[in-house]
């Protein structure tokens, strides 16, 4: 019998915590009371057991639950049941880690680029990566690719869709890819310095698939995802079947709190196939802490049996003003986005965006790098 | 131009209530400063704007977001992302309602059955329904066909997998529909009475299609699936393509505070298709008030445009102890779901779910239904 360890933080006092976890078990795995288990195999092989239980803090506990890989049946949306789908529905239950033993990663390709395949792809070994993002959402095909332009013009490693700007009226995705991705190579042909538009692909299972099969058609390389939005079966999917694309996930709809940060984006998002994860970072206009962005660059990039490193990527109310302080913090194998605060800029947009690109560049590191790997 | 309005419940001391709003709008839509914006029509017809704000509570806001409904593009992913996106990263922000006009309506069938369907369907024109669960997983076919035979010939009207049932290598899902779908026939052939078993369909795009093909050709009519964990986008597909079945919705990974439940389970479910919606009954093993219970009803059952009224499925830690004050609770418009509770009868399963489908048929209404519809 092979398990795995689920862990979530539990809200409740100290008497009452191992009935609350002995309580989990029982929910995450047969979900009803065991004096209505008559087989003594199901007692023994499936009913989850309580592993740990360790105090974090006044009436806080980490409580580790062992479930029976025997439950997954190697189906990607019934490992996320598995792992936190009723104790989603528990108010004092948040999910937090999750270690899975080599059989079920086995199941598992996770991103087919990583770190090395993006940095193969934009021809850059060690230095950190820019990216930038076309919006606001509302602008016509012509305002974008021109954008796009100049943005590559500006030497932007990659160049990615506003994750709200989809296949509306006013820039229509069978349109504004191909315009988008020649805007981009033309640039290139005049610098002599790779560049990627990386279009945004949602919507259900099928409009993906169309989605991506244009991009491809148009050239494309690297797309943007929002796993939580499509469904994150939806995306494993869509990854098994486009292998040739470097995915790069955004976090929308991924929720604040219910599963620890460096968990969901730093870990799940990882194992399902995301070879870069934009995430908010500390500091700007989300509540994170530097500690748990920190967590969630070291689970991106930890190794972890076969599974490629893939790439942080902070945002969220990014300055460029700041990428000295962030390029410290996270160390070279990152991707910086900043988007609005390049185009405040407006006519100065190349000028400010060969700053930013500029200023990633020239970058010295210090020794010490609070968020790198070790 | 035609706007949507969401609404938040945003968590901000008085004075700072106001920009918290604007930021919301901003982040909702085109998620950059204003200043970055140069053309007049993204200002006035694609950033969204502050409705009414409204004091809830000590430090606690109820605040309306006007979203342009150009910026949804007809996408269903899209839809989520203008509603709760980003929003979904702000620790201090709920998402609490949404009020769609007519022509995003008119983009969604809804229901393809709702209650009325569900009627026809099991031949109860009046009654409250009854629904049990087949656990634990872990079970062979064998055992879970001799369960819904007991539960069929019982009378209770649909008998589901427990959503933790899939494809695991003991109970194949191949092997499991067939099985499990002729020994509801059989009992009802016995007894006269209609009864239908309802697979789990799980996994991801493409298992579902394959699953659901399996369902259908085995003749089913009825089959549960898990939206929050397949994707709302992919579960809206499914029922596209599968319009023949009842579908009967499951909160697994569906969180518990985010969206707030009366939103999520009794309006977004209801919008993507879903014909009956099971929710976490209060006084259970859940944290729910009896207010939010209500409120999820009433949204499944309120006229809603075109939209068919999908039905209440009150569920987990059920007692058949509480049939009579549940069915005041819900009315007749509702269909009772108990589990666990059932099978700890164990060899006198058959006799305690008799029990069950009775207390549900011999139930009198009281005048006045707390939850039911005015």
């Given at each position: 019998m092979a398990w795995l360890t689920a862990t979530y933080h539990v809200a409740a006092p100290r008497e009452r915590v191992e009935a609350r976890a002995r309580a989990l078990a029982l929910e995450q795995s047969?979900?009803?009371?065991?004096?209505?288990?008559?087989?003594r195999r199901i007692l023994d092989e499936i009913v989850a057991q309580v592993g740990g239980i360790e105090h974090v803090g006044s009436e806080l506990f980490r409580v580790e639950i062992r479930l029976a890989?025997?439950?997954?049946?190697?189906d990607t949306a019934q490992l996320l049941n598995m792992l936190f789908?009723?104790?989603?529905?528990?108010?004092?239950?948040e999910f937090v880690d999750v270690a899975l033993p080599d059989d079920v990663l086995a199941g598992f390709t996770g991103p087919r680029h990583g770190i090395e395949g993006i940095r193969a792809l934009v021809g850059a070994r060690e230095r950190p990566l820019t990216n930038v993002a076309l919006k606001?959402?509302?602008?016509g095909v012509p305002e974008l690719a021109a954008m796009a332009r100049t943005f590559a013009l500006a030497g932007v490693d990659i160049i990615k869709d506003?994750?709200?700007?989809?296949?509306?009226?006013?820039?229509p995705f069978a349109e504004r890819i191909p315009a988008l991705q020649a805007a981009v190579e033309q640039a290139v042909a005049t610098t002599g310095r790779p560049a990627f538009y990386a279009p945004n692909v949602s919507g259900t299972p099928r409009d993906m698939h169309l989605r991506a099969t244009i991009a491809r058609d148009a050239g494309c390389r690297v797309v943007l995802v929002a796993p939580m939005l499509v469904g994150l079966p939806a995306f494993r999917e869509l990854v098994d079947d486009f292998p040739e694309f470097v995915y790069l996930a955004h976090p929308s709809?991924?929720?604040?709190?219910?599963?620890?940060p460096p968990l969901l984006y730093g870990k799940l998002f990882r194992l399902f196939g995301a070879d870069a994860v934009i995430f908010v970072n500390y500091g700007?206009?989300?509540?994170?802490e530097p500690e748990t962005c920190a967590a969630l660059a070291a689970n991106l990039r930890a190794p972890w049996a076969h599974l490629r490193a893939a790439l942080p990527v902070p945002a969220g109310g990014?300055?460029?003003?700041?990428v000295d302080e962030l390029l410290d913090f996270y160390g070279p194998d990152s991707m910086l986005l900043i988007g609005g605060n390049l185009l405040i800029?407006?006519?100065r947009l190349l000028e400010r965006t060969r700053e930013f690109v500029s200023a990633v560049e020239r970058h010295e590191f210090r020794k010490t790098v609070s968020a790198a790997p070790a």
């Open positions: 047969v979900e009803c009371p065991l004096e209505a288990i008559g087989e890989t025997q439950t997954l049946g190697g789908g009723n104790a989603s529905l528990f108010d004092d239950v606001p959402q509302g602008l506003d994750h709200g700007i989809v296949d509306q009226g006013y820039s709809f991924g929720g604040a709190r219910r599963i620890a700007g206009r989300f509540a994170y990014m300055l460029l003003e700041r800029a407006r006519e």
